[in-house]
């Protein structure tokens, strides 16, 4: 029993190698019956390119490039088809031996098989017996002569005309082709995966390299079409014929693009385009190095007003890759920070109390951010040279004192005595005047020693006043008249209504001088006190408008305002608003604790005011 299943076992394997042997022979006799109609069609065409493309200039280099690629792939895919066949039956061959099949059987089978197929095409006349064909008589035919057919079928598609079996000739073929024969693709390729530029990613490269995932179809992958656009939608690139899984893009500038990919397969069905990838080209490498410092910073002082002087700074310009966005300047008195400012300039003006120690400093900002270093900080000094000023802007004209100061550090020619300034000679010369009438040879006394600052005062009175008027001081007529009187505390000066009262330091090349109002007696002003209240230097007194108290200020014309600094933090009283900034009608520059400033207002309106170091600090002036 075992020895029959083995035997049924062994028949079973044979009859199945022996049924693919005879289909592979099938499958090849009907590839080389579709290649020689093809080849008819093929060589021709291709000797008449080579012919064309002899002539120069007819076909461009870059189109030969792509008919030759194309010609090429051909031949690849003929030969692969050769070898298929050929590959698979000379392994198959020792197989068929080893089990005993006779390979000259399974071909007479097959030219049996296409004569049964069509006997009415059997031309007798064109038949040829087995004995004709080949040397050695056999009962069926002979072993060349099936070698002759192998040949025919296998490798040449039938020869001419059709193999000869046992005194019949089989016809030619006609089968429809294989095209028709097999089922039509009509399933679209999927969508390719995308893998770089990932999305989102930024590069630096210029003329990137696209890949994405190769996708399976039951025709094959034809080619596949690639879009390439701005992150706009603006088309940049759109190949429709890319054979491989990637492309390189011509360069492209700096920003944002798209792309997408989708594939055709060799029946012309289109698959759905891929995921859109966005990706930004960055070329352009990022500044990261700060901006170096300025050098030859400068400074200078002038316009001195009352206390304070303008100073003036000046620095030379640095370089930057990205370019240069702003500079900023910082003040320090003392170690503390008075001021810091944003500037595109390289120069920058600001008022200062004089008489003090500064430090100042200035670094530069680039376009990227980068903040660079601080200049060396540089030490200087406002107030050398002088200020002098009144201790009221107008005066009521009536027998009243007015009081003088000057600020001099420059005088203060020996530190250990109280020094004098004025009448003339090595320490300068004072003059006090109105309009019509002059006070010289006028002495300021220092305040203590070594404080640089000097006080006076004199009478000021009406011209005809019967009191006040003595021969031996002034002369009779109103051109320049003279006191011989020499202060600080015994000048008498003259003036009229409406007149103006001034001071003059003259010290070597150098002249400072302050102007002052004299209104008629009987124009009846006001003084009207606004304190700045203690710790207003922090937010949250505007809450309760308790900066500047009262807030509001109610005036007539003629009266003064004097701001009194009652914190001791830094602060300014400067007409106009935080927004808009200052409006130049009138500010103290910065006022120091204790430090008072005044204002006679002239004219109707509404006059705002902050404080432009706490710019949360605001009030309002209004004049009927």
Known sequence: MLGASK????????????????????????????????????NPINEQYKELAKIPGLISESSQIVIQNAFDSIDEATGIADDFCSTLRGEF?????????????????IAIEKVQANPTSIDPSTTTTASTATQTTTTIISKPLLMVIIGGIVAVGGGIGGACYAGYCEPIDNTPPIDNILPADTIAPPAPTLVTPENNQEINDPAPTFWWNSVNDESGVDHYTIELFTRDNNLVDFIDDVSPKSYTSGFLSDGEYGWKVKAVDGAGNVGPYSQTFYFTIHTIVPDTLAPPAPSHVLMTTDNVVGLSRQVDFDWNPVSDESGIDYYAIEVYKDGAR???????????????????????????????????RFSELESFKVGFGATVGFDRKSYTLSPQTVYINAVSPDHNFNTNIIDTIGNGGNRGTITIETNNYRLINYELIETDTDTGIFEGEIMLTRYDDPDFIRTADFASNNAGVVSSESGPTNGVLLASNNDNLRIIFEYEDELVWVDAFIRAADITTEVIDVSIRAETGVPGCEETNQCYVPFIVNVNIGDTVVWINNDTSLHTVTSGSPDEGPDGLFDSSMMEGSGTFEVTFDDTGSYSYFCMIHPWMTGNVIVS
Not at 30 to 42: A, L, T
Not at 354 to 363: A, K, L, P, Q
């Open 93 to 109: 061959e020792p197989i068929l031996k080893r089990l005993k099949i006779s390979v000259e059987e399974i071909v007479k089978e």
């Open 7 to 42: 035997k049924e076992d062994e028949k079973k394997t044979r009859s199945k190698v022996r049924a693919f042997y005879k289909s592979l022979l099938r499958a090849c006799d009907k590839y080389d019956e579709i290649k020689k109609s093809f080849d008819e069609i093929y």
């Open 338 to 372: 008075v001021f810091s400012e944003d500037t595109t300039r390289t120069s920058y003006s600001y008022r200062l109390p004089i008489g003090s120690d500064y430090g100042w400093h200035v670094r530069a900002v680039d376009n990227e951010g980068n903040h660079g």
